[in-house]
């Protein structure tokens, strides 16, 4: 079984530049996640899809990042424009579903975006 | 911000030795998770909780969901080279929808 792919796999880019990331998650996972793990830390959620609707994107910053899964399949993650303190990995994840053994989330290798 | 205390933060251990790391919340939480991360990678699932008072095992790694579901365990027996990388556990409340909040991470090098 194909895991979670995710492109890029690195990306440098400069402060006010745009930015997206790509995510498939695993055949058949109707839940999806965003997540950004900064050096040292834990991840930490930035949005979570259920199937093509937006179930959490609280610690989301609106202001500038955006998120879709549009056929409730793939997805992207936009910044723009970013910011230095947008350097961090950006992991993709996903599970059958959201509760109990469902909730098993599978993660992608990563995107790790370095903004100068 | 994170509401898991992970501890500890670092181990420097022998081949061979035994690891243990734990978890701890002010909250209850209904499942536990633990992930172990190599260098470049995503997290990769180790072993999964559901119950309190269960204990897991997966080959030489055994974990536990504590009995006042605010804390959980997990040991490495026998470590070998490739137990280096960074342990991360996770845990999900009741009514988050799936929501996991992971520790900052317990960082292990194995020296030969």
């Known amino acids: 079984e194909a895991g979670v792919a995710q492109s890029p796999r690195y990306k440098i880019i400069e402060k006010r530049q745009s930015v997206a990331f790509w995510c498939n998650p695993i055949s058949g996972h109707a839940t999806l996640y965003w997540y950004q793990q900064i050096l040292g830390q834990g991840p930490k959620l930035l949005i979570q899809f259920q199937n093509n609707g937006v179930v959490d994107d609280s610690q989301l910053p609106k202001d500038r990042f955006s998120a879709e899964r549009l056929k409730g399949v793939d997805s992207t993650l936009k910044i723009q424009p970013a910011k230095l303190e947008d350097s961090a990995v950006y992991l993709c994840a996903s599970s059958l579903g959201t509760s109990g053994r469902l909730n098993e989330q599978f993660f992608g290798p990563g995107t790790r975006l370095t903004v100068l | 911000g994170q509401q898991l205390n992970q501890s500890p933060q670092s181990m420097f251990i022998q081949e061979g030795e035994d690891v243990s790391m734990n978890c701890t919340s002010s909250s209850i939480f209904n499942t536990w998770l633990w992930y172990k991360q190599d260098p470049g990678e995503g997290p990769v699932l180790l072993i999964a909780?559901?119950?309190?008072?269960e204990l897991t095992s997966n080959g030489r790694l055994t974990a536990q969901f504590g009995i006042t579901r605010k804390d959980s365990f997990l040991n490495i027996s026998a470590s070998i080279p490739s137990d280096v990388g960074i342990y991360f556990c996770?845990?999900?409340?009741?009514?988050?929808?799936?929501?996991?909040?992971f520790g900052a991470g317990t960082q292990v090098v194995v020296t030969p």
């Open positions: 996770a845990g999900q409340q009741g009514d988050s929808w799936g929501k996991l909040q």
């Open positions: 909780l559901y119950k309190a008072g």
